[in-house]
């Protein structure tokens, strides 16, 4: 597995700068995400612009993470249209990157944002829109020889594991699978509290179409009603160690990265994640700059 860092640089991937790249670096990240919000416009000299910023770092190019939003379920055809479009072209855009995979987005009903809830967003109805959705956007995917990783989350379309399998199942292509961000799926004490079993239904549901992972942590609050936030990394209730030693089993040459955390906390984060990663015999590998 590669270790690397996802939002350590903000802003568009055409303003990422070689200092922020060389520092990353510095660090201890070997791959970093890429945010592109107009694919549609990169050019082939953009790209291996791009590639020689990221070679001369020492750094392999992560997942591409398209600014679309969560118009994938849209109940405005022209938006869903919009948002499926853009997502094809993130395939054609990580395939000319070198990237392994693109991010997918399921997306909410509710106009406040993607990762926001909705009383329809379990419906069956939205299920059905975002397995179309994922199937024209899987069959570009399958035509550049990429993969899309979904991303899913207690508060969107896609849950929990089964759920998450039965859409990857739904759309029946080989380039889609599952990004394992455990964090967004707990949905109760009883998972907070007893997290293998339910970090290993992921694994055992959907271990076969792991293409790469989110870490992060989180945190009970003490609150009267169920209230969960997000934590740094070794403050919280995940149990690394575990996660990586099930990861390395099922996805070998995934792409394990660190996010949600600002700046100026990536480096100490990364220090901490190690202590987990070395107390179960984790050796990550080395890079694969793009070739230019």
Avoid at 154 to 178: E, K
Avoid at 211 to 229: I, Y
Wanted: some cysteine; aromatic content about 10%.
């Amino acid at each position: 597995m590669l270790l690397g860092a996802a939002g350590r640089i903000k802003g568009d991937w055409l303003s990422y700068s070689q200092s922020d790249l060389n520092s990353a670096k510095a660090e201890g990240y070997n791959a970093l995400n890429v945010v592109v919000q107009d694919p549609a416009s990169a050019t082939a000299a953009d790209v291996e612009f791009f590639k020689r910023k990221f070679a001369e770092a020492g750094l392999e190019i992560g997942q591409t993470n398209g600014g679309y939003g969560g118009a994938l379920v849209s109940d405005d055809e022209d938006e869903r249209k919009a948002a499926i479009k853009f997502l094809q072209d993130m395939c054609r855009l990580t395939a000319e990157m070198g990237s392994p995979n693109t991010y997918l987005r399921p997306g909410s009903l509710n106009p406040g944002g993607a990762w926001t809830p909705h009383p329809e967003n379990r419906s069956e109805r939205i299920f059905d829109r975002l397995v179309d959705s994922a199937k024209q956007a899987s069959a570009v995917a399958e035509a550049e020889g990429v993969k899309i990783a979904t991303e899913g989350g207690v508060v969107c379309p896609v849950y929990s594991a089964r759920r998450m399998r039965d859409f990857i199942d739904a759309a029946g292509s080989p380039a889609l699978g599952f990004n394992q961000d455990p964090v967004n799926f707990v949905a109760s004490l009883d998972e907070a509290y007893d997290l293998k079993p339910f970090l290993q239904e992921f694994f055992d549901l959907l271990g076969h179409v792991t293409w790469g992972a989110h870490a992060k942590d989180f945190q009970v609050m003490t609150k009267l009603l169920v209230h969960l936030e997000e934590e740094e990394i070794g403050s919280g209730l995940i149990p690394h160690d575990y996660f990586l030693t099930e990861m390395q089993k099922v996805a070998p040459n995934a792409h394990v990265l660190i996010e949600h955390l600002p700046a100026g906390r990536y480096a100490d984060a990364i220090t901490e994640f190690k202590v987990y990663s070395d107390s179960v015999g984790i050796v990550w590998d080395e890079p694969n700059p793009p070739s230019v």
